[in-house]
T-cell receptor, first 110, second 116 residues
């Protein structure tokens, strides 16, 4: 599976939107883009995933660049509970096997 | 509610003993489960794919005789850390793929192992 690059950390203010970037310049045509987040001492939690088109769900939006070499996870209004490590992962199948990178640690300030 | 349950959530054992961690799929049957390990301040590392009714598939560098995986039923996979040593102390997390094949993974709460 192709590699992703994310900033180590980001800060946000509460109730403001957050844009978490992810670069995946070696993405292949069959790679899905997955986002998970992990709160301290918990297992990861699914956030969103997509292939080519932008995706929205109750948690977040996923904006995928036209060339698919980058994507952005958008949290529309950050809350303190959104403070977590966010992982952007590529997977070439829907089998569920995911290889995690280092992720972005998001800090949300009140 | 939780889709995947792990037990125990925390375990402390003496060096040289073996520890078994259970992963249960609560809502649906799972022919495949995944086991991850996470050291403090590091990312998750995939250890192996647990396959119901057959041998687990281990990732490169993971000792299959050290980390025994058994997937005897469609709702239960177990990971046994044999002859545990302090360097095996870690957060072990299992996951189950969505049965609808959406690509979503459901993760357990994790099991924190401390080997004295």
């Amino acid at each position: 599976d192709a590699k992703t690059t994310q900033p180590n950390s980001m800060e946000s203010n509460e109730e403001e939107p957050v844009h978490l970037p992810c670069n995946h310049s070696t993405i292949s045509g069959t790679d899905y883009i997955h986002w998970y987040r992990q709160l301290p001492s918990q297992g990861p939690e699914y956030v969103i995933h997509g292939l080519t088109s932008n995706v929205n769900n109750r948690m977040a939006s996923l904006a995928i660049a036209e060339d698919r070499k980058s994507s952005t996870l958008i949290l529309h209004r950050a809350t303190l509970r959104d403070a977590a490590v966010y992982y952007c992962i590529l997977s070439s199948s829907n089998t569920g096997k995911l290889i995690f990178g280092q992720g972005t640690t998001l800090q949300v300030k009140p | 509610g939780a889709v995947v349950s792990q037990h125990p959530s925390r375990v402390i054992c003496k060096s040289g003993t073996s520890v078994k961690i259970e992963c249960r799929s609560l809502d649906f049957q799972a022919t495949t489960m995944f086991w991850y390990r996470q050291f403090p301040k590091q990312s998750l590392m995939l250890m192996a794919t647990s396959n119901e009714g057959s041998k687990a598939t281990y990732e490169q560098g993971v000792e299959k005789d050290k980390f025994l995986i058994n997937h005897a039923s469609l709702t239960l996979s177990t990971l046994t850390v044999t002859s545990a040593h302090p360097e095996d102390s870690s957060f072990y997390i299992c996951s189950v793929p969505d049965r609808a094949n959406t690509g979503e993974l459901f993760f357990g709460e994790g099991s924190r192992l401390t080997v004295l």
